[in-house]
């Protein structure tokens, strides 16, 4: 165990979630542009379905295809609206390109998140804390997502908490890619720093947790029902609610200070 300086969050899942699921915020955007009705259960098989796809096909968003993230996710909702039952038993489609694609940016632009509980009340928390000898604690995002993330940390007024935020657009790589937390630390300009005095936090068991513990770094796993069943090195590095991630940055950092 080392000195904890720097701590990275996850963001997907971790600090955010969807306010309501995906199919649900397209069937809404479609019926108000297109005047369409489509069912909120059968639409988000669509998005499971052509999102991966998608990721298959055109990894990190498109951005090793020369493709923006908004033309990947305006693929990926428009095979959602025509690849529905729905669409395929109606028999005529008379909608205009227009209003198809104000149905996107409007779900684009406007995409609801929630913030889970806990996590700006952790994420001040962590602010404040200070070591005296390297000063302020770090704190910085790093997602597997497009380059909107921090317009959403913005609007979820998460933002202001962290020294830098790194999408994996941005990195031009993803988690569990170890290439993602060297960018990071380059944009920190903390190139110098020893990864064991950093802490990972995530809800991935692959892409977060044993991603950071293989680049070095420290990991805690916030538990939920996808990762319920993995095992990991040692207990303390599961954690059920955000809050957590403050007694344990503050019983690791006393061990260096008392």
């Known amino acids: 165990m080392s000195l904890i300086r720097l701590i990275t969050f996850d963001v997907t899942g971790t600090l955010l979630k969807v306010t309501n699921p995906v199919g649900k915020q397209y069937s809404q955007a479609a019926e108000k542009f297109m005047g369409i009705k489509f069912d909120e259960n059968s639409m988000q098989e669509c998005f499971w379905k052509y999102y991966r796809q998608q990721m298959k096909r055109y990894p990190m968003f498109g951005s090793q295809h020369n493709m923006t993230s908004e033309q990947w996710w305006f693929s990926v909702f428009t095979n959602c609206i025509k690849g529905s039952k729905q669409l395929n038993t109606m028999k005529t489609f008379k909608n205009s390109d227009a209003q198809l694609q104000k149905a996107f940016e409007d779900v684009y632009y406007n995409f609801k998140w929630t913030v889970y509980p806990g996590a700006k009340d952790t994420l001040k ?31 979820t007024n998460l933002l202001e908490y962290f020294d830098c935020v790194v999408s994996s657009v941005e990195a031009r790589c993803e988690k569990p890619n170890p290439r993602i937390f060297d960018y990071t630390l380059k ?64 019983r690791n950092n006393k061990e260096f200070t008392s």
């Open 125 to 155: 928390s962590l602010k404040s804390m200070r070591t005296e000898k390297y000063g302020p604690m770090k704190l910085a995002a790093v997602s597997n997502s497009d380059e909107r993330t921090p317009t959403i940390l913005k609007e």
């Open 187 to 250: 944009k920190l300009n903390l190139t110098d720093i020893d990864k064991n005095q950093i802490l990972h936090v995530g809800n991935m068991y692959e892409k977060d947790y044993i991603a950071a513990i293989n680049a070095g770094m420290q990991a805690l796993l916030l538990r939920d029902e996808s990762n319920e069943n993995e095992k990991v090195f040692h207990k303390e590095h599961i954690i059920h609610e955000l809050s957590e991630v403050v007694m344990f940055v503050g």
